[in-house]
């Protein structure tokens, strides 16, 4: 097993891409000033808890992108002309709360453009054949209901 000091060099290099640009690279400092504010008798279980399930959960911005670029052509979701799919499909922007939704849509936007010359925009006009949510992690799944519980009363 890792030692503490290990842990806290380690674990900040599994999320080192988290806002790249708008917050500093994570270090060894920051994530031990952050567990400062517990008690020291459980830093050690919790450090070695979270890396854990960083491990196990946090998807890397190079991750999430190679998934993103997949859908555009994924014969699964796709079929066998992409092109057409998306522009029958509507990409939805239903999210209440957070911003991630918006993010991880132009995301894919720009996915769709460089492989089909689709922009969000171009995407389901007229009458969509199909609709797609696209979001980050889901947890209980109750903000994902919501949100399609409420588009559903106004859904065409």
């Not at 399930?53 to 699964?76: A, C, D, H, M």
Request: glycine share 8%; hydrophobic share 40%; net charge neutral.
């Amino acid at each position: 097993m890792p030692t503490y000091a290990e842990l806290l060099e380690y674990t900040p290099k599994i999320f080192a891409d988290y806002r790249a640009g708008e917050i500093p690279v994570p270090n060894a400092a920051h994530v031990e000033k952050w567990l400062s504010q517990f008690d020291a008798k459980v830093r050690e279980p919790l450090l070695v808890e979270l890396n854990h399930i960083l491990q196990k959960t946090y998807l890397s911005r190079q991750t999430v992108e190679g998934f993103l670029l997949g859908l555009v052509k994924s014969p699964k979701l796709a079929g066998a002309d992409p092109k057409a799919f998306w522009a029958g499909t509507s990409i939805l922007q239903i999210q209440k709360h957070g911003g991630s939704q918006k993010e991880l849509n132009a995301l894919f936007e720009g996915f769709l453009k460089k492989e089909l010359g689709l922009s969000l925009s171009q995407c389901g006009k007229g009458k969509p054949t199909n609709f797609v949510y696209i979001d980050d992690g889901v947890f209980t799944g109750m903000t994902t209901i919501s949100d399609i519980k409420e588009w559903l009363k106004t859904a065409p």
